[in-house]
Protein backbone atom coordinates (compact mmCIF):
# COMPACT_ATOMS: atom_id res chain seq x y z
CA UNK A 1 0.00 0.00 0.00
CA UNK A 2 2.98 2.45 0.22
CA UNK A 3 3.98 1.63 -3.52
CA UNK A 4 1.89 5.26 -4.34
CA UNK A 5 2.67 7.19 -1.58
CA UNK A 6 5.98 9.32 -2.57
CA UNK A 7 4.86 8.89 -6.29
CA UNK A 8 4.70 12.50 -7.70
CA UNK A 9 2.92 11.33 -10.92
CA UNK A 10 -0.56 10.49 -11.97
CA UNK A 11 -2.32 7.15 -12.48
CA UNK A 12 -5.45 5.94 -14.47
CA UNK A 13 -7.51 3.16 -13.06
CA UNK A 14 -9.50 0.74 -14.35
CA UNK A 15 -12.38 -1.13 -12.64
CA UNK A 16 -14.49 -4.55 -13.24
CA UNK A 17 -17.27 -6.13 -10.95
CA UNK A 18 -18.34 -10.05 -11.31
CA UNK A 19 -20.01 -12.51 -10.07
CA UNK A 20 -18.61 -16.55 -9.56
CA UNK A 21 -20.57 -19.72 -10.57
CA UNK A 22 -21.30 -19.64 -6.64
CA UNK A 23 -23.26 -16.32 -6.91
CA UNK A 24 -20.60 -14.53 -5.15
CA UNK A 25 -19.37 -11.04 -6.16
CA UNK A 26 -16.09 -9.52 -6.38
CA UNK A 27 -14.61 -6.56 -7.41
CA UNK A 28 -10.99 -5.76 -9.11
CA UNK A 29 -9.34 -2.55 -9.38
CA UNK A 30 -5.65 -2.40 -11.46
CA UNK A 31 -3.43 0.72 -11.40
CA UNK A 32 -1.81 2.14 -14.70
CA UNK A 33 1.03 4.45 -15.35
CA UNK A 34 4.23 5.11 -17.19
CA UNK A 35 6.95 5.17 -14.75
CA UNK A 36 10.30 7.68 -14.73
CA UNK A 37 11.87 4.42 -17.40
CA UNK A 38 9.13 4.90 -19.55
CA UNK A 39 7.82 1.35 -19.22
CA UNK A 40 4.51 1.21 -18.79
CA UNK A 41 3.00 -0.25 -15.62
CA UNK A 42 0.31 -1.86 -14.47
CA UNK A 43 -0.86 -3.38 -11.08
CA UNK A 44 -3.93 -4.74 -9.29
CA UNK A 45 -4.25 -3.05 -6.42
CA UNK A 46 -7.59 -4.57 -5.34
CA UNK A 47 -9.44 -7.89 -5.93
CA UNK A 48 -11.91 -8.79 -3.03
CA UNK A 49 -15.43 -9.60 -2.47
CA UNK A 50 -17.86 -7.19 -2.78
CA UNK A 51 -21.14 -8.69 -0.41
CA UNK A 52 -23.18 -5.13 -0.89
CA UNK A 53 -24.74 -4.66 -3.88
CA UNK A 54 -23.59 -3.64 -7.35
CA UNK A 55 -24.91 -0.43 -7.30
CA UNK A 56 -23.44 3.12 -8.06
CA UNK A 57 -22.57 4.23 -5.04
CA UNK A 58 -21.57 1.04 -3.53
CA UNK A 59 -18.86 0.80 -6.72
CA UNK A 60 -17.68 4.50 -5.80
CA UNK A 61 -17.28 4.02 -2.59
CA UNK A 62 -14.85 0.77 -3.02
CA UNK A 63 -13.21 2.68 -5.55
CA UNK A 64 -12.69 5.81 -2.99
CA UNK A 65 -11.41 3.44 -0.41
CA UNK A 66 -9.45 1.60 -2.61
CA UNK A 67 -7.99 5.08 -3.93
CA UNK A 68 -7.03 6.24 -0.27
CA UNK A 69 -5.21 2.90 0.84
CA UNK A 70 -2.92 3.25 -1.72
CA UNK A 71 -2.62 7.42 -1.14
CA UNK A 72 -4.38 7.74 -4.89
CA UNK A 73 -7.03 10.12 -3.86
CA UNK A 74 -4.71 13.17 -5.27
CA UNK A 75 -2.95 11.04 -8.12
CA UNK A 76 -5.73 10.13 -10.64
CA UNK A 77 -6.05 10.96 -14.51
CA UNK A 78 -8.56 9.02 -15.23
CA UNK A 79 -10.90 6.04 -14.36
CA UNK A 80 -12.52 3.38 -16.67
CA UNK A 81 -15.03 1.41 -16.21
CA UNK A 82 -17.47 -0.60 -18.81
CA UNK A 83 -20.60 0.77 -19.94
CA UNK A 84 -22.77 -0.75 -17.85
CA UNK A 85 -25.53 1.54 -16.07
CA UNK A 86 -24.54 0.79 -12.16
CA UNK A 87 -20.85 2.34 -13.44
CA UNK A 88 -22.37 5.51 -15.72
CA UNK A 89 -24.01 6.15 -11.62
CA UNK A 90 -20.78 5.21 -10.07
CA UNK A 91 -18.83 7.79 -12.14
CA UNK A 92 -21.59 10.34 -11.45
CA UNK A 93 -20.73 9.90 -7.39
CA UNK A 94 -17.15 10.09 -8.14
CA UNK A 95 -17.53 13.69 -9.85
CA UNK A 96 -19.53 14.34 -6.65
CA UNK A 97 -17.35 13.32 -4.52
CA UNK A 98 -14.82 15.94 -3.40
CA UNK A 99 -12.14 13.88 -1.54
CA UNK A 100 -11.58 12.80 -5.12
CA UNK A 101 -10.08 14.58 -8.17
CA UNK A 102 -9.74 13.70 -11.85
CA UNK A 103 -7.26 15.11 -13.75
CA UNK A 104 -9.21 14.69 -17.06
CA UNK A 105 -11.92 16.20 -15.23
CA UNK A 106 -10.29 19.07 -14.82
CA UNK A 107 -10.22 19.81 -18.02
CA UNK A 108 -13.75 18.85 -19.37
CA UNK A 109 -12.19 15.43 -20.77
CA UNK A 110 -14.63 12.44 -20.77
CA UNK A 111 -13.82 8.69 -21.73
CA UNK A 112 -15.86 6.77 -23.51
CA UNK A 113 -14.30 3.19 -22.85
CA UNK A 114 -14.62 0.62 -25.62
CA UNK A 115 -17.50 -1.98 -25.21
CA UNK A 116 -15.63 -5.35 -25.24
CA UNK A 117 -18.72 -7.91 -23.63
CA UNK A 118 -21.95 -7.23 -24.88
CA UNK A 119 -24.51 -9.97 -26.21
CA UNK A 120 -24.41 -8.39 -30.03
CA UNK A 121 -20.42 -8.08 -30.02
CA UNK A 122 -19.18 -8.03 -33.89
CA UNK A 123 -15.94 -9.74 -33.36
CA UNK A 124 -17.77 -12.97 -31.47
CA UNK A 125 -19.79 -12.75 -35.17
CA UNK A 126 -15.97 -12.85 -37.29
CA UNK A 127 -14.85 -15.50 -34.81
CA UNK A 128 -17.61 -17.78 -35.50
CA UNK A 129 -17.14 -16.89 -39.14
CA UNK A 130 -13.74 -17.61 -39.42
CA UNK A 131 -13.69 -20.82 -37.27
CA UNK A 132 -16.45 -22.36 -39.50
CA UNK A 133 -15.19 -20.98 -43.10
CA UNK A 134 -12.58 -24.05 -42.61
CA UNK A 135 -15.71 -26.37 -42.88
CA UNK A 136 -17.78 -24.80 -45.29
CA UNK A 137 -18.10 -27.46 -47.49
CA UNK A 138 -18.67 -30.20 -44.74
CA UNK A 139 -21.14 -27.58 -43.07
CA UNK A 140 -23.17 -26.87 -46.25
CA UNK A 141 -23.70 -30.68 -47.02
CA UNK A 142 -24.88 -31.50 -43.29
CA UNK A 143 -27.19 -28.62 -43.35
CA UNK A 144 -28.72 -29.20 -46.99
CA UNK A 145 -29.34 -32.89 -46.31
CA UNK A 146 -30.73 -32.10 -43.16
CA UNK A 147 -33.14 -29.25 -44.67
CA UNK A 148 -33.80 -31.18 -48.21
CA UNK A 149 -37.59 -32.00 -46.73
CA UNK A 150 -38.32 -27.66 -46.54
CA UNK A 151 -36.89 -26.89 -49.46
CA UNK A 152 -34.36 -24.35 -47.67
CA UNK A 153 -30.79 -24.91 -49.05
CA UNK A 154 -27.79 -22.67 -47.97
CA UNK A 155 -26.59 -21.20 -51.71
CA UNK A 156 -23.68 -19.62 -53.23
CA UNK A 157 -25.00 -16.15 -52.93
CA UNK A 158 -25.30 -17.42 -48.66
CA UNK A 159 -21.78 -18.16 -48.49
CA UNK A 160 -20.43 -15.16 -50.46
CA UNK A 161 -22.19 -13.21 -48.22
CA UNK A 162 -20.95 -14.93 -45.05
CA UNK A 163 -17.88 -14.33 -47.12
CA UNK A 164 -18.20 -10.51 -47.20
CA UNK A 165 -19.22 -10.45 -43.44
CA UNK A 166 -16.26 -12.50 -42.42
CA UNK A 167 -13.80 -9.66 -44.11
CA UNK A 168 -15.40 -6.77 -42.83
CA UNK A 169 -15.91 -8.01 -39.32
CA UNK A 170 -11.81 -9.16 -39.38
CA UNK A 171 -11.35 -4.88 -39.43
CA UNK A 172 -13.09 -5.02 -36.14
CA UNK A 173 -11.66 -8.00 -34.52
CA UNK A 174 -8.15 -6.27 -35.16
CA UNK A 175 -9.57 -3.01 -33.46
CA UNK A 176 -10.70 -4.80 -30.76
CA UNK A 177 -7.78 -6.57 -29.97
CA UNK A 178 -5.73 -3.39 -30.56
CA UNK A 179 -8.02 -1.76 -27.91
CA UNK A 180 -7.41 -4.81 -25.58
CA UNK A 181 -3.55 -4.25 -25.47
CA UNK A 182 -2.59 -4.67 -21.63
CA UNK A 183 1.22 -3.73 -21.94
CA UNK A 184 1.23 -1.41 -24.90
CA UNK A 185 -0.51 1.79 -24.68
CA UNK A 186 -3.43 1.83 -27.32
CA UNK A 187 -5.27 5.55 -26.26
CA UNK A 188 -3.68 7.73 -29.33
CA UNK A 189 -4.95 4.55 -31.91
CA UNK A 190 -8.50 4.75 -31.17
CA UNK A 191 -9.18 7.37 -33.88
CA UNK A 192 -7.11 5.52 -36.70
CA UNK A 193 -8.84 2.39 -35.98
CA UNK A 194 -12.16 3.37 -36.16
CA UNK A 195 -11.35 5.11 -39.49
CA UNK A 196 -9.78 1.83 -40.64
CA UNK A 197 -13.55 0.15 -39.85
CA UNK A 198 -15.65 2.84 -41.51
CA UNK A 199 -13.66 2.80 -44.11
CA UNK A 200 -14.15 -0.91 -44.74
CA UNK A 201 -17.86 -0.52 -44.53
CA UNK A 202 -17.18 2.21 -47.13
CA UNK A 203 -15.39 0.42 -49.66
CA UNK A 204 -17.48 -3.18 -49.26
CA UNK A 205 -20.67 -1.68 -50.21
CA UNK A 206 -18.96 -0.01 -53.26
CA UNK A 207 -17.43 -3.28 -54.41
CA UNK A 208 -20.97 -5.39 -53.48
CA UNK A 209 -24.03 -3.40 -54.71
CA UNK A 210 -26.34 -6.32 -53.94
CA UNK A 211 -29.17 -5.73 -52.22
CA UNK A 212 -28.37 -8.21 -49.20
CA UNK A 213 -24.96 -6.62 -49.15
CA UNK A 214 -26.66 -3.40 -49.02
CA UNK A 215 -28.81 -4.09 -46.15
CA UNK A 216 -26.58 -5.49 -44.01
CA UNK A 217 -23.68 -2.91 -44.27
CA UNK A 218 -26.18 0.16 -43.69
CA UNK A 219 -27.56 -1.35 -40.23
CA UNK A 220 -24.19 -1.70 -39.79
CA UNK A 221 -23.30 2.30 -40.50
CA UNK A 222 -26.42 3.23 -38.39
CA UNK A 223 -25.27 1.36 -35.35
CA UNK A 224 -21.65 2.94 -35.78
CA UNK A 225 -23.14 6.08 -35.91
CA UNK A 226 -25.15 5.70 -32.72
CA UNK A 227 -21.79 5.70 -30.98
CA UNK A 228 -19.30 7.02 -32.58
CA UNK A 229 -20.35 10.32 -34.93
CA UNK A 230 -18.17 12.36 -32.29
CA UNK A 231 -15.02 11.12 -30.05
CA UNK A 232 -14.21 12.34 -26.77
CA UNK A 233 -11.45 15.25 -26.60
CA UNK A 234 -9.46 12.94 -25.05
CA UNK A 235 -8.83 10.30 -27.78
CA UNK A 236 -7.93 13.19 -29.95
CA UNK A 237 -5.93 14.85 -27.90
CA UNK A 238 -3.65 11.21 -27.83
CA UNK A 239 -3.76 11.16 -31.28
CA UNK A 240 -1.96 14.81 -31.30
CA UNK A 241 0.89 13.26 -29.24
CA UNK A 242 1.48 10.81 -31.44
CA UNK A 243 4.44 12.17 -33.77
CA UNK A 244 3.03 10.20 -36.75
CA UNK A 245 -0.53 12.12 -36.55
CA UNK A 246 -0.29 15.21 -35.06
CA UNK A 247 -2.76 18.19 -35.61
CA UNK A 248 -2.71 18.43 -39.04
CA UNK A 249 -2.75 14.37 -39.92
CA UNK A 250 -5.51 14.57 -37.51
CA UNK A 251 -7.40 17.14 -38.89
CA UNK A 252 -6.88 15.34 -42.82
CA UNK A 253 -8.30 11.89 -40.87
CA UNK A 254 -11.02 13.32 -39.04
CA UNK A 255 -12.23 15.31 -42.06
CA UNK A 256 -12.19 12.11 -44.39
CA UNK A 257 -13.87 10.17 -41.54
CA UNK A 258 -16.79 12.22 -41.14
CA UNK A 259 -16.87 12.40 -45.13
CA UNK A 260 -17.64 8.47 -45.33
CA UNK A 261 -20.25 8.59 -42.50
CA UNK A 262 -21.95 11.09 -44.79
CA UNK A 263 -21.60 13.38 -41.35
CA UNK A 264 -21.61 17.21 -41.31
CA UNK A 265 -19.23 17.63 -38.44
CA UNK A 266 -16.93 20.99 -37.57
CA UNK A 267 -14.03 19.04 -37.56
CA UNK A 268 -11.61 22.34 -37.14
CA UNK A 269 -14.10 24.05 -34.33
CA UNK A 270 -13.52 20.37 -32.18
CA UNK A 271 -9.57 20.12 -32.58
CA UNK A 272 -9.27 23.72 -31.85
CA UNK A 273 -11.25 22.92 -28.80
CA UNK A 274 -8.62 20.20 -28.15
CA UNK A 275 -5.85 22.09 -29.19
CA UNK A 276 -6.97 24.97 -26.36
CA UNK A 277 -6.87 21.67 -23.82
CA UNK A 278 -2.99 20.73 -24.93
CA UNK A 279 -2.04 24.66 -24.57
CA UNK A 280 -4.01 25.26 -20.86
CA UNK A 281 -2.62 21.19 -20.12
CA UNK A 282 1.58 22.81 -20.97
CA UNK A 283 0.84 25.75 -19.15
CA UNK A 284 -0.55 23.56 -15.97
CA UNK A 285 2.35 21.28 -16.01
CA UNK A 286 4.99 23.99 -16.75
CA UNK A 287 4.01 25.57 -14.17
CA UNK A 288 5.03 22.72 -11.83
CA UNK A 289 7.95 20.72 -13.71
CA UNK A 290 11.35 21.84 -13.29
CA UNK A 291 12.22 24.30 -16.12
CA UNK A 292 15.04 22.78 -18.30
CA UNK A 293 17.75 24.64 -21.02
CA UNK A 294 15.88 25.29 -24.04
CA UNK A 295 18.12 23.90 -26.53
CA UNK A 296 16.11 25.59 -29.73
CA UNK A 297 15.27 28.35 -31.52
CA UNK A 298 11.75 27.35 -32.55
CA UNK A 299 9.70 30.14 -31.48
CA UNK A 300 6.19 28.81 -30.62
CA UNK A 301 4.35 32.17 -31.66
CA UNK A 302 5.15 31.58 -35.47
CA UNK A 303 2.22 28.50 -34.96
CA UNK A 304 -0.18 30.95 -34.61
CA UNK A 305 -1.40 29.52 -31.11
CA UNK A 306 -0.68 32.31 -28.72
CA UNK A 307 -1.77 35.39 -30.26
CA UNK A 308 -0.23 38.70 -28.78
CA UNK A 309 1.07 36.84 -25.58
CA UNK A 310 3.60 34.98 -27.89
CA UNK A 311 5.10 38.20 -29.24
CA UNK A 312 6.07 39.71 -25.73
CA UNK A 313 6.03 36.94 -22.59
CA UNK A 314 8.90 34.68 -22.20
CA UNK A 315 8.84 33.12 -18.90
CA UNK A 316 10.63 30.66 -19.20
CA UNK A 317 8.15 27.97 -17.97
CA UNK A 318 5.50 29.16 -20.76
CA UNK A 319 8.22 29.06 -23.21
CA UNK A 320 9.35 25.35 -23.02
CA UNK A 321 5.42 24.38 -22.46
CA UNK A 322 4.76 26.45 -25.98
CA UNK A 323 7.44 24.49 -27.61
CA UNK A 324 5.64 21.15 -27.00
CA UNK A 325 2.60 22.59 -28.33
CA UNK A 326 4.52 23.66 -31.77
CA UNK A 327 5.66 19.82 -31.93
CA UNK A 328 2.39 18.77 -32.35
CA UNK A 329 0.85 20.87 -34.49
CA UNK A 330 2.28 19.89 -37.75
CA UNK A 331 2.50 16.49 -39.64
CA UNK A 332 6.47 15.78 -40.08
CA UNK A 333 6.95 11.96 -41.02
CA UNK A 334 5.52 9.02 -41.45
CA UNK A 335 5.82 6.07 -38.56
CA UNK A 336 6.19 2.66 -39.13
CA UNK A 337 2.98 -0.21 -38.21
CA UNK A 338 3.38 -0.83 -34.61
CA UNK A 339 5.68 2.28 -33.73
CA UNK A 340 7.01 2.35 -30.08
CA UNK A 341 5.39 5.73 -29.09
CA UNK A 342 6.47 5.45 -25.90
CA UNK A 343 10.28 4.68 -26.66
CA UNK A 344 9.90 7.92 -29.10
CA UNK A 345 8.64 10.05 -26.17
CA UNK A 346 11.45 9.08 -23.83
CA UNK A 347 13.99 9.81 -26.69
CA UNK A 348 12.71 13.91 -26.89
CA UNK A 349 11.58 14.07 -23.69
CA UNK A 350 14.82 16.53 -22.76
CA UNK A 351 13.53 18.73 -25.59
CA UNK A 352 10.15 18.99 -24.49
CA UNK A 353 9.72 17.97 -21.37
CA UNK A 354 6.34 19.80 -20.51
CA UNK A 355 4.98 17.62 -23.60
CA UNK A 356 6.80 14.17 -22.53
CA UNK A 357 4.97 14.27 -18.30
CA UNK A 358 1.83 15.14 -20.08
CA UNK A 359 1.95 12.24 -22.51
CA UNK A 360 3.04 9.87 -19.49
CA UNK A 361 0.03 10.86 -18.43
CA UNK A 362 -2.21 10.00 -21.99
CA UNK A 363 -0.76 7.12 -22.74
CA UNK A 364 -1.19 5.68 -19.78
CA UNK A 365 -4.84 5.43 -20.21
CA UNK A 366 -6.23 2.28 -21.28
CA UNK A 367 -8.88 2.23 -24.22
CA UNK A 368 -10.77 -0.29 -22.66
CA UNK A 369 -10.91 -2.34 -19.16
CA UNK A 370 -9.85 -5.77 -20.63
CA UNK A 371 -6.96 -4.92 -17.77
CA UNK A 372 -9.39 -5.66 -14.68
CA UNK A 373 -11.40 -7.81 -16.71
CA UNK A 374 -9.09 -10.28 -17.38
CA UNK A 375 -8.40 -11.11 -13.44
CA UNK A 376 -12.28 -12.95 -13.63
CA UNK A 377 -11.46 -14.65 -17.25
CA UNK A 378 -9.46 -17.62 -15.83
CA UNK A 379 -11.88 -20.79 -15.59
CA UNK A 380 -10.75 -21.58 -12.03
CA UNK A 381 -11.51 -18.16 -10.92
CA UNK A 382 -15.24 -18.91 -11.77
CA UNK A 383 -15.41 -20.96 -8.66
CA UNK A 384 -14.12 -18.16 -6.12
CA UNK A 385 -15.70 -17.68 -3.33
CA UNK A 386 -14.72 -15.18 -0.36
CA UNK A 387 -13.37 -17.70 1.83
CA UNK A 388 -10.67 -18.50 -0.79
CA UNK A 389 -8.96 -15.17 -2.02
CA UNK A 390 -8.94 -11.92 -1.56
CA UNK A 391 -6.71 -9.12 -2.15
CA UNK A 392 -6.34 -5.54 -0.40
Known amino acids: MEMFRTYDGHVSLTSDTWTSTYGEPFVGVTTHWIDDDWLLQKRKICFEAMKEAHNGFNIKSRLVSCCKNFHLVDK ?137 VKRLLDNMKVKWCAYFTEFPPIYAIAAIIDPGVKLEGLTNLLTFYYQQLDAQIDVPYDLNNCKR ?60 ENFPIIQWRKNHSSKFHVLARIAKDILAIPASTIASESAFLDEKRSRLSSESIEMC
Open 277 to 336: ILERLCEDYGAVIQPQPVRSSMDASRFGILGPMGQGHHHHHHHQSNIGIGECLTYQFETE
Open 76 to 212: LFSISLDNATANTSAMQFLKEDPSIKLVLDEYGLRKKVIALDTPTRWNSTYKLLHDAIAYLDVLTDMYNESRAKDGQFITNDHLSLAKIVHDVLETFDNATHIFSYIYEPNIHMVILECIKIICTIKQTSLANPGAA
